[in-house]
Every structure is written in structure tokens, then in C-alpha cells.
């Protein structure tokens, strides 16, 4: 069974860092990863989608990386600001699983402060 | 474009009753799907519906059913209330997901159930 693993739980950076939110995935054997971000008590905006045959997307500030042989994505968020507290979710379709299924991360809660 | 449409936003139930939540989306997506999200679980998939007349189940689909009559609806509904199916709901569309085929989902804003 897939299981998608988000590393760090919570993070609290001042105005203007440069992050990396870390996803992994136990099983390789993927169709695609999409990056989502979750304001409280709103619903999962698409951030990114990389398929599996790529390496990376990128979306202005944001960048996304997948290593599909180790099982690895990061997020890149830079020059971070206020308005980039959420919570972060990483999901991924498995070949094999139930159509369409998202595995999802319990997610990486940023806080960025002025 | 609404985008993915969920009511109501709020809801209080009593054990025992039943109601359907209702989801729309207006970008002509063949796959819809439900999920709940339970602190300490994430998500998990209850029913997915690769377009009109056509549903399964997902990993958690016991005490709720669903139907598809159009592309644009997928309602749930929930036969008997219990508290532990108090949740945040959220439906999501995509393009249709054939195997092999790869793209991107959208969540709606979720509804907030409380069985009492």
C-alpha cells in the first residue's frame, strides 16, 4: 500500500526565506504528484502536477521537484511571505490502485511571519 | 468557470438521520470523486464516478451511497447518520483518469458535518 510521508509536521520562518517541504512516497510505481495547499477551514487548492516522466514544475515562486526512483519531492517555495501560511499536502496516484485514488501526506503547516 | 461546487458549507445532523451533500462542477470533468478528511487520517476516498451512470467504490464507502445522473452532479448521500462519520467532506474532478492517463484534480471548498 502507498504511503506518503511529509517532513517537517509544522514550520515558523520569518518573511523572506527560501523553504524546502520535503514528500516521499514508498512506492515508486506512480502516475503523477500534485502539490496542494489547504487555508484553515477552506478547501485543497492545485499548486503543481508532475507527472512521472518529468523532473520538475515550477509556478512563479513556487518550484517542484520529483525523484521518482528514491521516492522524493520537494517543494521550493522562495522569498516566502505572510500570505504563504497554509498547510502544504503532497498526493500521488499509484499504477495499480483504485482509479484516479490520491495517497495524500498529512501535510507540512507553514507559518510565516513579518 | 464556479469551478467545484459543495452544499451546504455547514451541517449538524442527529444520529440516525440522513441527508445528501451535493457537488457540481462546471469544466465538463468525467471523474468525480468524494473524500473525507479526519484529523490524524488525511483523506480518504469514500466513491469515485468515471462519468455519467458509472461509480465505484474507494477505501472507505460503507454508509454512503451515491449516483451520477449528469457529467455536472455527484451527490452523496448518507443512509443512517452515525458520529463517526462527523468530517470534513470535499469532492474533487479531474479529466477522465484512465490508466495511463495523468491530470490534474480539483477540490471543492468542503462541507462541514457534525453528527450528533
Known amino acids: 500500500k502507498q504511503e506518503v510521508t511529509q517532513i517537517p509536521a509544522a514550520l515558523s520562518v520569518p518573511e523572506g526565506e527560501n523553504l524546502v517541504l520535503n514528500c516521499s512516497f514508498t512506492d515508486s510505481a506512480i502516475y503523477n504528484l500534485q502539490w496542494f495547499r489547504q487555508d484553515p477551514g477552506k478547501g485543497l487548492t492545485s499548486l503543481l502536477l508532475i507527472q512521472s516522466s518529468q523532473r520538475e514544475q515550477t509556478s512563479g515562486r513556487l518550484n517542484a521537484s520529483l525523484d521518482k526512483s528514491s521516492g522524493r519531492s520537494t517543494l521550493y517555495i522562495a522569498a516566502s511571505q505572510p500570505g504563504d501560511s497554509a498547510t502544504y499536502l503532497c498526493?500521488?496516484?499509484?499504477?495499480?490502485?483504485?482509479?484516479?485514488?490520491?495517497?495524500f501526506g498529512r501535510g507540512t503547516q507553514l507559518t510565516v511571519w513579518p | 468557470n464556479a469551478g467545484v461546487t459543495q452544499t451546504p458549507k455547514f451541517q449538524v445532523l442527529k444520529t440516525g438521520q440522513s441527508m445528501t451533500l451535493q457537488c457540481a462542477q462546471d469544466m465538463n470533468h468525467e471523474y468525480m470523486s468524494w473524500y473525507r478528511q479526519d484529523p490524524g487520517m488525511g483523506l480518504r476516498l469514500i466513491h469515485y464516478?468515471?462519468?455519467?451512470?458509472?461509480?465505484d467504490q474507494g477505501e472507505v464507502p460503507n454508509g454512503y451511497n451515491v449516483s451520477r445522473s449528469t457529467t455536472e452532479d455527484f451527490p452523496l448521500r448518507l443512509l443512517s447518520a452515525a458520529p463517526s462519520q462527523t468530517s470534513v467532506y470535499f469532492c474533487?474532478?479531474?479529466?477522465?483518469?484512465?490508466?495511463?492517463?495523468?491530470?490534474?484534480?480539483?477540490f471543492g471548498p468542503g462541507t462541514r458535518l457534525t453528527v450528533t
Open positions: 498526493a500521488v496516484i499509484s499504477r495499480g490502485s483504485t482509479l484516479g485514488r490520491l495517497y
Open positions: 474533487a474532478s479531474s479529466r477522465n483518469q484512465g490508466f495511463g492517463d495523468s491530470y490534474e484534480q480539483y
Open positions: 464516478s468515471v462519468g455519467a451512470g458509472i461509480t
